[in-house]
């Protein structure tokens, strides 16, 4: 497949190339593209309507972004002036899709891995040996691992503390911070980070610190960090951009120019960047992203609704009884499709899950079949019993992730599975959780105890 404009005169697509190039309304130097993919005249749209929008800018008018299967590109000089060269360094399905994820994260600038944890360890990248990042400790599991690596093996020092209270995280501000690397809610005790404030804290104490924030529960449909004083926003496009768990993929936005260039710098020297066809099933996924998130988001509401009207323990932030649904709601458009509860018990929430039918168990969130799972056993086993004991993260946590199914099947199903399990008395009323009801105070926010250690610590 050839680039547009390449077919017949191949000096005149360098030329179209090199228009397109100083047609870049930012006035970045991003790898060029076939054509940018926001609007020409520059309006902004609802974020619903930019998710779809994008400009192919194809020879053939192609609706569907082309997928350029190529290694390398044909230069007309010796000197090497085309557009692209080589897909590691620069792809056009590569740079279509970076430019609409720039769009709708609301930054200058994004990259696009080859997953969220290629994204996160991009960033890490640019830590030096003696740095201190300091992050949460209720973290995805796979953070936890890539940063007990670099603490382990590249000097960096990790500072794990309850990021939900700005003022533990202002007793490990020093001169060394160079990165506070925040979640929101975090995963899968959903608590809430305050990003402004912790942004502004930071950068009081410590101005060359970059917050770091992983947006993957909310997507950028619901929370856009860089708005809220993140300097640098990651998520993985695994989970709701892609939507259908049929793609890995990282997406990294900046706004500072000189970030930007770093980045992708880092994106060409490990070979990163996410392959063609699978930046095709990005677009493809991210276009549906409002609706998949509008509907999964109303099942989860009605399924947390369920479970805690039942007397379960339940974590979600789109609940009024969640301590910190006021600051969720100051920062985010909605309260995404990712919740758990408790019961009590570690082989009765075995039972739950293995009792279901239509909620498939698996690791991950964000697609569009429910899903649930146990995540000190699944996506946070890799983090030491005693570490997640430490953090608060109870071992008979069940985390659901709700998809887009018929929420009457949803709840019938799960109902079926806690009868099945033994997990609630029936009256003629109706049913209750054998434990008792009790909603997620403040307080149990908060109690777990501070571990500002380096991440080392962990064994
Ligand atoms: C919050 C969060 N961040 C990052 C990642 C890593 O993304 P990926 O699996 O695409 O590497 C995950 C994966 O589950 C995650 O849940």
Request: glycine fraction near 10%.
């Amino acid at each position: 497949m050839s680039a547009p404009g390449k077919e017949g005169s191949q000096g005149s697509a360098n030329s179209i190339g090199k228009a397109l190039h100083s047609l870049d309304l930012d006035g970045h130097q991003l790898p060029p593209s076939p054509a940018p993919s926001s609007p020409r005249n520059g309006r902004k749209y609802a974020l619903a309507t930019e998710l779809v929008f994008t400009e192919t800018g194809d020879q053939h008018g192609a609706s569907s972004v082309p997928i350029y299967q190529s290694a390398t590109f044909k230069s007309t000089t010796a000197n090497a002036t085309s557009e692209y060269d080589y897909s590691r360094s620069g792809n056009p399905t590569r740079t279509h899709l970076e430019r609409h994820v720039a769009k709708i994260m609301n930054a200058s600038r994004a990259l696009v891995t080859t997953s969220g944890m290629a994204a996160m360890d991009l960033i890490c990248r640019l830590l030096r040996p003696g740095d201190e990042v300091i992050t949460g400790d209720d973290l995805y599991g796979g953070t936890n691992r890539l940063l007990k690596h670099l603490s382990t093996n590249a000097g960096i020092v990790v500072h794990h503390v309850n990021t939900t209270d700005v003022d533990t995280v202002k007793r490990v501000i020093s001169n060394k911070t160079a990165m506070c690397l925040l979640e929101t809610p975090t995963n899968p005790l959903i608590k809430i980070v305050d990003i402004r404030e912790i942004s502004r804290s930071v950068k009081a104490a410590a101005p060359n610190a970059l917050i770091v924030v992983d947006n993957t529960m909310l997507s950028p449909y619901l929370q856009n960090p860089l708005d809220l004083g993140a300097d640098i926003v990651y998520e993985s496009g695994t989970k709701y951009l892609s939507g259908h768990h049929d793609v890995m993929a990282g997406v990294v936005g900046v706004n500072d120019k000189v970030l930007g260039e770093k980045l992708y710098s880092m994106v060409n020297s490990t070979g990163c960047g996410l392959s063609p066809m699978d930046s095709f099933l990005l677009i493809r996924g991210i276009k549906t992203l409002a609706v998949r998130m509008e509907k999964q988001q109303a099942n989860a509401a009605h399924i947390a609704s369920f479970l805690e009207s039942h007397g379960f323990r339940v974590r979600y932030p789109g609940l009024r009884s969640h301590p910190q649904y006021d600051l969720h709601c100051s920062m985010a458009r909605g309260a995404g499709a990712v919740l758990s509860f408790e019961t009590g018990d570690v082989a009765l929430s075995q039972r739950i899950v293995e009792s279901t039918r239509l909620w498939g168990i698996s690791v991950s969130f964000g697609c569009v079949n429910s899903l649930i799972s146990m995540p000190c056993q699944m996506s946070h086993a890799s983090i030491d019993a005693k570490v997640r004991k430490e953090r608060g993260l109870k071992e008979d946590v069940i985390r659901l992730c709700v998809g887009i199914e018929d929420v009457e099947d949803l709840t019938e199903d799960l109902s079926r599975a806690l009868v099945q399990a033994g997990a609630v008395t029936i009256t003629t009323d109706g049913f209750h959780a054998i434990g008792g009801g009790q909603t997620v105070g403040n307080g149990e926010l908060n109690e777990q105890p501070e571990t500002s250690g380096s991440s080392g610590t962990e064994d």
